[in-house]
């Protein structure tokens, strides 16, 4: 199992960046598929951007693409999601996920989950 815990967010105007951490517990992270999420009130929890175990590949959604990077670092058990120029449609809570099997853009591929930090970008 992995335990995740989230950090990095925070209140920001439109145009700032933000960097958000991940730190997974275990001995086996490098084993695990990262993902980013996010959720905005009363929306579904949507995909933003997934990492490859070994950080060789990595997917983004079409509304972040460009703006966003996720990397990881197995040496240190993290994974981070660096965000440029932000947008007020950006603000949600980020989650950060993982599965051993199932790289994807799914929630259901996802069954490890940290509980959340808020981003709020105004305008």
């Known amino acids: 199992q992995v335990q995740l815990v989230e950090s990095g967010g925070g209140l920001v105007q439109a145009g700032a960046s933000l960097r958000l951490s991940c730190a997974a517990s275990g001995r086996t992270f490098s084993s695990y598929a990262m993902g980013w999420f996010r959720q905005a009130p009363g929306k579904e929890r949507e995909f933003v951007a997934a990492i490859s175990s070994g950080g060789g590949r990595t997917d983004y959604a079409d509304s972040v693409k460009g703006r966003f990077t996720i990397s990881r670092d197995n040496a240190k058990n993290t994974v981070t999601l660096q965000m440029n120029s932000l947008k007020p449609e950006d603000t949600a809570v980020y989650y950060c996920?993982?599965?051993?099997?199932?790289?994807?853009?799914?929630?259901?591929?996802?069954?490890?989950w940290g509980q959340g930090t808020q981003v709020t970008v105004s305008s």
């Open positions: 996920a993982a599965t051993v099997r199932n790289y994807g853009f799914r929630t259901a591929n996802y069954g490890y």
